[in-house]
């Protein structure tokens, strides 16, 4: 069957070639009508322009903004290099794409940048599976990986990490040291799978220990401000029965021990804490922290190499999870 060019979409949809070319590369001033009508055509036949099927010479990865600083986090930062170092290795270049500007495309939209920007496929952060967005990537046809984000129901391919093991893990043993008053701090606790599974794994603990978890201990706290964690933490503290120990479910647990010591707070002297961090956090401070380290590079690498693999046909699915290494250390001592 022969392959359908540019001319068979603009002869089909009455158009001009340069009409066609415009909407595949989202410029010019097109009317929303002639546009909608390319792009059902486009994705009828499958249509891919002919510079991609030579290159497919990069890989988009999506962010988004989080607050106008989507490179701000030091987990996006690692995970990223990690994906950057990978697409090196594989002779391919990184894109970093605009996720709040492609937030409102339709399916064929969607499919038109991919194709149009020679991408292999896309790595997408910071999304849960139910997500329109990515509800529209799966409409699109588009090759795409969740990073540090395992979608359950086995429809959305992922690289993430076992959370909930490692989560488990952790407050067994911060609750076989005595601590029965454990508070969680989370980010929008329900946003991200992974963080479902965080909560969830906190949860499933304390009733495994017949532990009443009350309401008031588990901290959903809308963005990682110093002054919003400071205040939150104020009134937990303030409580007649405040917690003995903090977990704290986010990426970023090194920087509330500075937070801490500001409150006059010591660790693990008055508040045991334990949660996520860094690979890097106990080289570059010398502490022996408790926590979950994720294998956050590995985790882009291995997103890379997963999609060029799922985008080259030689896999049908990617569900893979990496071991998180669980270090018991020395933020969580036992209760008197």
Do not use: W
Not at 69 to 97: H, W, Y
Request: net charge neutral; hydrophobic share 40%; aromatic share 6%.
């Amino acid at each position: 069957m022969k392959r359908p060019s540019i001319y068979t979409i603009a002869r089909e949809a009455g158009v001009s070639t340069a009409t066609v070319s415009k909407i595949v590369n989202n410029h010019g001033n097109i009317s929303r009508e002639t546009s909608a009508r390319v792009l059902e055509i486009i994705k009828k036949h499958n249509y891919v322009p002919q510079q991609r099927k030579q290159t497919e010479s990069a890989v988009g990865v999506i962010t988004f903004h989080n607050n106008r600083r989507p490179l701000a986090s030091p987990f996006t930062g690692r995970l990223l290099n990690g994906v950057c170092l990978q697409c090196f290795e594989e002779g391919k270049d990184m894109i970093l794409i605009d996720g709040d500007r492609l937030a409102t495309f339709s399916p064929e939209e969607l499919y038109c940048y991919y194709a149009s920007n020679s991408l292999a496929g896309l790595l997408i952060c910071n999304k849960a599976a139910d997500d329109p967005f990515c509800l529209r990537l799966r409409k699109s046809g588009i090759p795409f990986i969740l990073l540090a984000n395992a979608a359950p129901g086995g429809e959305v391919n992922y690289v993430a990490t076992r959370n909930y093991e490692a989560v488990s893990e952790l407050i067994d043993y911060m609750i076989c040291l005595g601590h029965r008053r454990i508070a969680y701090v989370g980010l929008l606790n329900q946003l991200l799978d992974s963080h479902r599974e965080r909560l969830r794994a906190f949860r499933d603990m304390h009733r495994k220990h017949g532990i009443d978890l009350r309401s008031e201990f588990v901290l959903d706290l809308p963005d990682a401000e110093n002054a919003t964690v400071k205040n939150a933490l104020l009134r937990l503290l303030a409580r007649p029965e405040p917690p003995t120990a903090l977990f704290v479910g986010t990426d970023e647990c090194v920087k509330l021990y500075p937070l801490l010591a500001e409150m006059k707070i010591e660790v693990p002297e008055t508040l045991s804490v334990a949660g996520f961090r860094m690979e890097c956090d106990e080289a570059e401070s010398g502490r022996d922290y408790s926590g979950i380290v994720q294998p956050t590079e590995q985790i882009g690498r291995r997103g890379v190499a997963a999609l060029l693999d799922l985008a080259a046909g030689r896999c049908d699915h990617v569900f893979e999870l990496l071991e998180n290494a669980v270090n018991f250390g020395e933020t969580v001592k036992r209760t008197c």
